[in-house]
């Protein structure tokens, strides 16, 4: 591809790899950003929109967003506040995946019980500036300065391994499930940060003309994060349970309610969460509601 063909395209940054990859390439499928990666280059043009997709790692992500080399990025919300870029990048969705916490870490067996039990002592980590920030207060809050105050050491990746090599006494790292946690020996004493995925971009635009086809995908990246998160139901009950029912499904607005052909009955069409349905069923059901559906939703704008 030579240089002119990215003239006046929007670049859109997306993690090349790792555990957001998967889940952005199906979020610009649902979004219809069409485009083909060939031979794992790392820019491609999409097919359907003055847009080029520019895949980097996801660290690099909101440095290349903040200082305006490209328009808008998918990353964590983790590694924005790592490479101190929060004033440089607006966030403008959350994308509900990518979510897990970045903790403090120590063996199972470990006397520490608090991340106060650290301070002053040795913690492994890739996320330096988020765990400084985090140490550095609890050094201050105790007067500690020079060599007393907690030994922050990077490492690039494994940081799960150092307790056990005898490179630190407690690490920080994110936890997802924790099962990387559980089968390293160690376990949770605090949380540093909660994070998931986000559609950043930056905050002195330097491109002003993008800014409606930065709505534009913003809006339809909106419509599959929402239909990932809810679920459409439906269901019929007597008309004198409604205010009943509506307390359990008072919908995103207002239930959509129809009558029904058989007196004194009404339809009610609603969006419920969707990690809410069953107990939403449940009391539904509790509430004299028959003929409860469920329908996923392939896309939608709410
Ligand atoms: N287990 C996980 N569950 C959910 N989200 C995660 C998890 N691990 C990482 N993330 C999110 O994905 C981001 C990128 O992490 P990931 O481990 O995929 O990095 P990577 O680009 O593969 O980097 P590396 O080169 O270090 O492997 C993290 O900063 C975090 O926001
Ligand atoms: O709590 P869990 O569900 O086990 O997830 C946590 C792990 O996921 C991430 O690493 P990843 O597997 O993406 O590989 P990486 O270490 O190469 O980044 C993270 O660095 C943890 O090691």
């Known amino acids: 591809m030579n240089a002119d ?8 940054a997306i993690p090349k790899k790792g555990r957001l ?35 980097l ?16 990025g998918i990353t964590g919300h983790d590694v ?13 969705l959350r994308l509900g995946f990518g979510k897990c916490a970045l ?11 608090s991340a106060g039990d650290l301070v002053g002592k040795r913690v492994v980590t890739s996320f330096e500036v ?29 940081v799960e391994a150092a307790c056990a090599l005898g490179l630190a006494d407690g690490i920080v ?22 994070t998931e995925a986000v559609l950043i971009k930056s905050t002195a635009q330097k491109h002003p003309a993008h800014a409606p086809l930065i709505d534009l995908i913003t809006a339809r990246i909106a419509g599959v994060v929402a239909a990932n998160k809810y679920v459409a139901c439906q269901y019929n009950i007597p008309r ?37 349905i069953a107990g939403v069923m449940d009391d539904l059901v509790k509430v004299g509601a028959e003929d409860i559906l469920i329908f996923n939703l392939d896309n939608c704008r709410v």
């Open 5 to 12: 063909a990215l003239d006046g395209r929007l670049l859109f």
């Open 21 to 55: 990859y998967e889940k952005c390439l199906s979020i610009l499928s649902g979004a219809d950003v069409q485009f083909r990666r060939h031979n794992r280059l790392d820019v491609c043009l999409v097919q359907n929109h003055n847009i080029a997709l520019v895949f």
């Open 57 to 72: 790692p996801a660290s690099d992500i909101p440095s290349f967003v903040g200082k305006g080399n490209v328009d808008l």
């Open 80 to 92: 924005i506040l790592e490479a101190q870029m929060q004033e440089h990048v607006t966030e403008v």
């Open 103 to 113: 903790q403090v870490q120590v063996p199972e067996s470990s006397p520490y019980k």
């Open 130 to 158: 988020l765990s400084g920030e985090y140490f550095g207060k609890l050094d201050a809050d105790r007067g500690l300065s020079g060599a007393e105050k907690t030994r922050i050491e990077y490492v690039g990746g494994s």
């Open 173 to 194: 790292d994110l936890v997802e499930s924790g099962d990387t946690m559980r089968a390293a020996g160690l376990h949770a004493i605090a949380t540093v940060l909660e």
């Open 240 to 276: 004198a349970r409604l205010p009943e029912a509506t307390v359990i499904t008072p919908g995103r607005k207002a239930p959509t309610v129809s009558s029904l052909e058989q007196e004194g009955w009404v339809a009610v069409n609603v969006m419920v969460e969707k990690k809410k």
